[in-house]
Nanobody, 115 residues
Framework: QVQLVESGGGLVQAGGSLRLSCAAS????????MRWYRQAPGKQRELVAS???????NYANSVKGRFTISRDNAKNTSYLQMNNLKPEDTAVYSC?????????WGQGTQVTVSS
């Protein structure tokens, strides 16, 4: 069993920053990728950023240049540094861990950006 725990969400003014963390624990064998998704009320879930074991990163166009994903392989933890936040970034942010045959989700953390 693998558990993911996100932290770092909160309320911030537009232009501010937050750093989300996603700590994985349990029977982890080999992580292929860790991803951050977000879902705003009334909208579909959106893939925000991804990072592979080798360090390759990908971002949604809406966050390029503002968000940075990273990971600490020794701690099985992924981070999402979010700068210059905008009200449209308001959503529940969830992390996903992908192994070869399985994937796991965290419970999500709320990010609210006020204008």
């Amino acid at each position: 069993q693998v558990q993911l725990v996100e932290s770092g969400g909160g309320l911030v003014q537009a232009g501010g920053s937050l750093r989300l963390s996603c700590a994985a624990s349990g029977a982890i064998f080999h992580i292929n990728a860790m991803r951050w998704y977000r879902q705003a009320p009334g909208k579909q879930r959106e893939l925000v950023a991804s990072i592979t074991t080798g360090g390759t990163t990908n971002y949604a166009n809406s966050v390029k240049g503002r968000f940075t994903i990273s990971r600490d392989n020794a701690k099985n933890t992924s981070y999402l540094q979010m700068n210059n936040l905008k009200p449209e970034d308001t959503a529940v942010y969830s992390c996903k861990l992908e192994e070869k045959l399985s994937h796991y989700w965290g419970q999500g953390t709320q990010v609210t950006v006020s204008s």
